[in-house]
């Protein structure tokens, strides 16, 4: 196991590499001088221009650029952002409020996700499983926008059952609304999978033979059918909660929360390079830790991929 | 089958956590005197004066510093506040500051004149790039300390680190000796980004970046600002001018402005700028809490290309001024006054009729466009692709050039970075927006940057002799009155040449809590920090 793991995480070295190049290429090749930008229609003085520049290696080639934010990575040496912020700073203080939000909106995502979609799948076109697909359809349909301004207006400003927005009032309370909100837009593609997972493995030969042999229907449901379900629930949720990050864009703008994505959100729109590549390493990561444990998982929990 | 199981009942502890979850409570907003107040951007990332320029910079620093003058908010003429006087010499070169006796700093020490100098020169010095570095271009041995060097090569080193300009007399006197004169000069110094340091502060800048030694009205409530959260200021009781009336003040920071405005709504927050997004719904979401701004202190432009032949007639030019129908587009743009001038209204020496040719007129437009030729090639409206009303506000001119004037039209969205290179290069292809808020409520700073040859904003990049030549001679010119009709002179003489159209002036909208009424001035425009309190 230990082996599959190592072998695992140099193989995405190279990986990370080419994909935080290529986010940088993308970066890079945004029109426009961020500092320029920055300044907007004020002049600044060529001086002060020139040492700025300096200061964010954007004086040098691309490729320079990149391998020495890379250094500076990998050094620990974060630097500061354009507009002077400490970097190292805004990581401590924003990975909390991303990882808070994102394990609550999974919680949310997971029991909504589990609860209707067993119910569903063992109740196969009954009214629970066909609401579930209107929900389906509904989320889709809706953009998080809007949903995420409703909810906030509904409950925060008319309701006042949760904080408008910021952090003011701590975990869990500043983050249950807009974790219930990315729970309730994520939770239903979550119950299909496990719907569609049920249905598979009720009819499978295992289940029909438990129940042959005579095994009460709570023994087969609890020990023969929902751990078996359950195995692409756990892949699904692997990359959903190594994909919170894109969600974290929206979501912190809109709850004021100072997070990751807010802090992703603000080096795009500067076109700070730096910054980006930081953020898609850490989000890389991330990704693959996850789906590391995910796999190890897998084949704690299904011995047939449990290989050397 | 034994590890699935366990495997399930941890996955749903999460699930079983949140029924500890407490029932929600909304904070109740800060009653009696204190304030809390939005400013719709990212926090400031440092306190330091010297190195802030936005506006959430200057409204932060307004309640930790005090300028050396202001503009009176009743009469809109320039008063004292820690200046004792500011007086030029005949021709409005060297400028003699003396500060009140009186003033110090929230750590005890008094403010002197050394303490102002050192500052400035510590702000002036290039390596720091501090952001009001530009501020000082205009003070003899700048340059000094800032170097430049061809695009492409490293700038050297400074070779001095005070400006020669400027020269301690004694304790409470200073003289600053500009590059050449300048009469304006007394009224930007009431830019809060001046503010003075304290000796311990300009040791190391850095360290102080979150705890700073203030000399103005409040200080902060808790020994130092971290970062992410609001900033605090309890009033200074050692503040010897006029303070505003909170006794408390809560800057807090959302960037996003519907968010901001929801906050409000809920009651959590006492004032808050209305977002573009809610122009049209503010008055009946708020009512009776809300406020619009008397001057606006800016101005748009749609700008002509001087470098393009095509556009070379100034007749041409008035034609499509006259085209445009600056009612329908200010009402377009929502909380915003057509322009009638180059300055925006509310600063001395504003005419309200000074353009001749800003008058909605299509047939008069339409003749003129003919005598004068017409346009050679289609129009091309560049327009910024950044933000979401660039596109907009372009096809509704175009709209009006093509009925009015018959002629076609392009649209071209680039990023407003490239837009400003390719003008500086002259190489632009067509007309263009611009805006200008002014640094210093002057009307020469409405006419220099924009068409003084090489100007800071020149956008057309428009030289016209005669206007350099007075411009000169109202910098020059330490008489108010007398300079004020040097420069009006300029303003005829470029609505005339019209190397840029005046198009609207913005105001702005703000959301106040019942009993909370922020200063509304026609001269100052809104403050929420100087709100009268009645609660």
């Given at each position: 196991m230990i082996r599959f793991a190592l072998r695992r995480i140099l193989a995405a070295i190279p990986i990370g590499l080419l994909v935080t190049l290529g986010v940088f290429a993308l970066v890079f090749a945004m029109p426009g001088d961020p500092l320029r930008e920055l300044a907007g229609?004020?002049?600044?003085?060529?001086?002060?221009?020139?040492?700025?520049?300096?200061?964010?290696?954007?004086?040098?080639?691309?490729?320079?650029?990149?391998?020495?934010?890379?250094?500076?990575?990998?050094?620990?040496?974060?630097?500061?952002?354009?507009?002077?912020?400490?970097?190292?700073?805004?990581l401590r203080l924003r990975i909390p409020v991303t990882v808070k939000l994102a394990l609550l909106a999974n919680a949310f995502q997971f029991t909504a996700g589990m609860l209707f979609g067993s119910y569903a799948g063992f109740r196969r076109n009954g009214a629970v499983d066909r609401l579930l697909m209107l929900a389906t359809l509904f989320v889709l349909a809706v953009p998080f926008l809007v949903l995420a301004f409703a909810a906030q207006y509904l409950f925060g400003v008319q309701l006042k059952w949760f904080p408008v927005s910021g952090t003011a009032d701590g975990f869990p309370m500043s983050y249950l609304l807009p974790a219930m909100v990315i729970g309730l837009l994520s939770f239903a593609g979550l119950a299909r999978v496990l719907r569609t997972s049920i249905v598979e493995t009720v009819n499978s030969d295992f289940v029909k033979t438990a129940r042959a042999k005579g095994i009460g229907e709570q023994r087969v449901l609890w020990r023969h059918i929902l751990p078996n379900a359950l195995l692409p629930v756990i892949t699904f949720i692997g990359i959903d909660l190594?994909?919170?990050?894109?969600?974290?864009?929206?979501?912190?703008?809109?709850?004021?929360?100072?997070?990751?994505?807010?802090?992703?959100?603000?080096?795009?729109?500067?076109?700070?390079?730096?910054?980006?590549?930081?953020?898609?390493?850490?989000?890389?990561?991330?990704?693959?830790?996850?789906?590391?444990?995910?796999?190890?998982?897998?084949?704690?929990?299904?011995?047939?991929?449990?290989?050397? | 089958m034994r590890w699935s199981s366990a495997a399930l009942g941890l996955l749903l502890v999460p699930a079983l956590a949140?029924?500890?979850?407490?029932?929600?409570?909304?904070?109740?907003?800060?009653?009696?005197?204190?304030?809390?107040?939005?400013?719709?951007?990212?926090?400031?990332?440092?306190?330091?004066?010297?190195?802030?320029?936005?506006?959430?910079?200057?409204?932060?620093?307004?309640?930790?510093?005090?300028?050396?003058?202001?503009?009176?908010?009743?009469?809109?003429?320039?008063?004292?506040?820690?200046?004792?006087?500011?007086?030029?010499?005949?021709?409005?070169?060297?400028?003699?500051?003396?500060?009140?006796?009186?003033?110090?700093?929230?750590?005890?020490?008094a403010l002197t004149a050394r303490d102002y100098v050192d500052t400035w020169n510590l702000t002036a010095y290039g390596p720091n790039a501090w952001k009001n570095n530009g501020f000082f271009s205009k003070v003899d041995g700048y340059d000094a300390l800032n170097p430049t060097a061809p695009d492409g090569?490293?700038?050297?080193?400074?070779?001095?680190?005070?400006?020669?300009?400027?020269?301690?007399?004694?304790?409470?006197?200073?003289?600053?000796?500009?590059?050449?004169?300048?009469?304006?000069?007394g009224l930007t110094l009431q830019y809060l980004g001046l503010a003075p340091l304290a000796e311990a502060v300009r040791k190391d800048p850095k360290a102080y970046d979150h705890k700073p030694i203030g000399m103005g009205p409040y200080k902060l409530a808790t020994d130092e600002w971290k970062t992410g959260e609001d900033i605090k200021l309890v009033k200074w009781n050692g503040y010897k001018a006029t303070a505003p009336q909170a006794d408390k003040v809560t800057f807090r920071f959302i960037q996003n402005g519907d968010t901001a405005y929801n906050e409000f709504l809920a009651?959590?927050?006492?004032?808050?700028?209305?977002?573009?997004?809610?122009?049209?719904?503010?008055?009946?979401?708020?009512?009776?809490?809300?406020?619009?701004?008397?001057?606006?202190?800016?101005?748009?432009?749609?700008?002509f290309p001087s470098w393009d032949p095509a556009y070379?007639?100034?007749?041409?030019?008035?034609?499509?001024?006259?085209?445009?129908?600056?009612?329908?587009?200010?009402?377009?743009?929502?909380?915003?006054?057509?322009?009638?001038?180059?300055?925006?209204?509310?600063?001395?020496?504003?005419?309200?009729?000074?353009?001749?040719?800003?008058?909605?007129?299509?047939?008069?437009?339409?003749?003129?466009f003919d005598e004068a030729g017409g346009l050679s090639k289609p129009m091309t409206i560049n327009y910024n692709s950044g933000t979401s009303t660039g596109q907009t506000y372009a096809q509704a001119i175009g709209n009006m050039m093509r009925q009015t004037l018959g002629i076609e039209v392009r649209y071209v969205g680039k990023p407003g970075s490239e837009i400003t290179d390719?003008?500086?290069?002259?190489?632009?292809?067509?007309?263009?927006?611009?805006?200008?808020?002014?640094?210093?409520?002057?009307?020469?700073?409405?006419?220099?940057?924009?068409?003084?040859?090489?100007?800071?904003?020149?956008?057309?990049?428009?030289?016209?002799?005669?206007?350099?030549?007075?411009?000169?001679?109202?910098?020059?010119?330490?008489?108010?009155?007398?300079?004020?009709?040097?420069?009006?002179?300029?303003?005829?003489?470029?609505?005339?040449?019209?190397?840029?159209?005046?198009?609207?002036?913005?105001?702005?909208?703000?959301?106040?809590?019942?009993?909370?009424?922020?200063?509304?001035?026609?001269?100052?425009?809104?403050?929420?920090?100087?709100?009268?309190?009645?609660?």
């Open positions: 229609d004020k002049p600044v003085p060529p001086s002060v221009l020139a040492a700025e520049r300096a200061q964010f290696h954007l004086d040098r080639p691309l490729l320079v650029q990149y391998g020495l934010y890379l250094k500076d990575i990998v050094t620990g040496h974060f630097g500061e952002t354009f507009d002077g912020r400490d970097i190292g700073e805004q190594a994909g919170i990050f894109a969600g974290a864009v929206l979501t912190e703008s809109i709850f004021n929360l100072p997070g990751l994505g807010q802090f992703l959100f603000q080096a795009i729109q500067l076109k700070e390079g730096g910054v980006v590549v930081l953020l898609s390493t850490l989000a890389f990561i991330s990704f693959i830790v996850i789906n590391l444990i995910v796999d190890l998982l897998y084949g704690v929990l299904d011995p047939r991929v449990r290989s050397g | 949140l029924g500890a979850c407490g029932n929600g409570k909304s904070a109740t907003p800060a009653k009696s005197k204190s304030l809390t107040i939005v400013i719709t951007a990212e926090p400031n990332k440092t306190l330091n004066p010297e190195n802030g320029n936005s506006s959430a910079d200057i409204q932060v620093a307004e309640a930790l510093y005090a300028p050396l003058v202001e503009t009176d908010p009743a009469s809109g003429k320039l008063r004292n506040v820690v200046a004792d006087s500011i007086t030029p010499d005949a021709t409005g070169r060297t400028w003699t500051i003396k500060i009140k006796d009186g003033f110090s700093f929230q750590n005890g020490q090569q490293t700038a050297p080193a400074p070779t001095a680190k005070e400006m020669t300009g400027l020269e301690v007399v004694d304790d409470h006197t200073f003289t600053v000796r500009l590059k050449v004169p300048f009469s304006q000069f009651g959590t927050v006492d004032s808050v700028q209305v977002p573009s997004t809610k122009k049209n719904t503010f008055k009946t979401d708020a009512p009776d809490r809300w406020l619009v701004s008397e001057s606006a202190g800016n101005i748009f432009y749609f700008v070379a007639k100034p007749e041409l030019r008035h034609a499509i001024s006259m085209a445009i129908d600056r009612a329908a587009f200010a009402n377009l743009v929502g909380l915003a006054k057509p322009a009638s001038g180059l300055v925006a209204p509310g600063i001395d020496g504003q005419r309200p009729d000074a353009c001749k040719y800003c008058t909605h007129d299509a047939a008069a437009a339409k003749k003129l390719l003008a500086d290069k002259k190489s632009l292809e067509g007309v263009r927006f611009g805006g200008w808020g002014h640094d210093y409520p002057s009307i020469e700073d409405y006419l220099t940057p924009m068409f003084k040859s090489n100007g800071d904003a020149n956008f057309s990049k428009y030289a016209n002799p005669k206007v350099d030549q007075l411009l000169a001679q109202g910098d020059s010119q330490p008489n108010p009155e007398r300079a004020i009709q040097l420069y009006q002179q300029v303003e005829d003489i470029c609505l005339e040449d019209m190397p840029l159209v005046p198009l609207y002036h913005i105001q702005d909208a703000y959301l106040a809590a019942k009993g909370v009424h922020p200063r509304n001035s026609r001269y100052t425009g809104v403050s929420p920090l100087w709100s009268t309190i009645d609660r």
